[in-house]
């Protein structure tokens, strides 16, 4: 059984930087094939797609937050984690990370981040 | 970027009937097309796989079709439970983009 439970601030200010952990069980980001992804929704909006990490550590971003994402993995913890820098208002977000199997199979519950001074 | 365009934005519906979501995509997509239902205060969850193929666990009255760049989300003898907002994303191209939702209202 695959579980995702995404951890971290639930506020942040503006320009400072956002780091959430995505803990994961029932799959390896050392299988060949496996991969994680980053989603994000904001309030009454739409969902965004915003990166993906291989089990190679293969990384692809959005063009439009490539500049301010970084996500890397540890897999001796079953992790991966998300730096989004210089928050925004516009960052206000539930923030999700799923298991990817070409489509997003599994999602973790999402956290809520909250940017504001 | 492969932008997903669905239609309609919202509709409002009464149970029992019958309904069509559509997305179309600015270049073809063969079947890399998946859909998604999402309820207030849930994770997203996925309906239909690769255009067409269903998804264990979700109830038989919704089904996927299309390939290229028209894909269609049926929901037959929509229930209450229905009331949500649906999502169409592709995986054949990087970005994977998500089309814009089209939220379900049941009267």
């Known amino acids: 059984q695959i579980t995702l439970k995404e951890s971290g601030p639930t506020l942040v200010k503006p320009t400072q930087t956002l780091t959430l952990t995505c803990t994961f069980s029932?799959?390896?980001?050392?299988?060949?094939?496996?991969?994680v992804a980053w989603i994000r929704q904001p309030p009454g909006k739409a969902l965004e797609w915003l990166a993906l990490?291989?089990?190679?550590?293969?990384?692809r971003y959005s063009p439009s937050l490539q500049s301010r994402l970084t996500v890397t993995k540890d897999t001796s913890k079953n992790q991966v984690v998300l730096s989004l820098t210089n928050m925004d208002p516009a960052d206000t977000a539930t923030y999700y990370c799923?298991?990817?199997?070409?489509?997003?199979?599994?999602w973790g519950q999402g956290t809520l981040v909250t940017v504001s001074s | 970027e492969i932008v997903l365009t669905q239609s309609p934005d919202f509709q409002s519906v009464t149970p029992k009937e019958t309904v069509t979501i559509t997305c179309r995509a600015s270049q073809g997509i063969a079947t890399s097309l998946h859909w998604y239902q999402v309820k207030p205060g849930q994770s997203p969850k996925l309906l239909i796989k690769s255009a067409s193929q269903s998804i264990s666990g979700v109830p038989s009255r919704f089904s996927g079709s299309g390939s290229g760049t028209d894909f269609t989300l049926t929901i037959n003898s929509l229930e209450a439970e229905d009331a949500a907002a649906y999502y169409c994303h592709q995986s054949s191209s990087l970005p994977n983009t998500f089309g814009q939702g089209t939220k379900l209202e049941i009267k």
């Open positions: 799923a298991h990817r199997n070409d489509e997003f199979d599994y």
């Open positions: 029932g799959f390896s980001l050392t299988t060949t094939g496996e991969c």
């Open positions: 990490i291989f089990w190679d550590n293969d990384q």
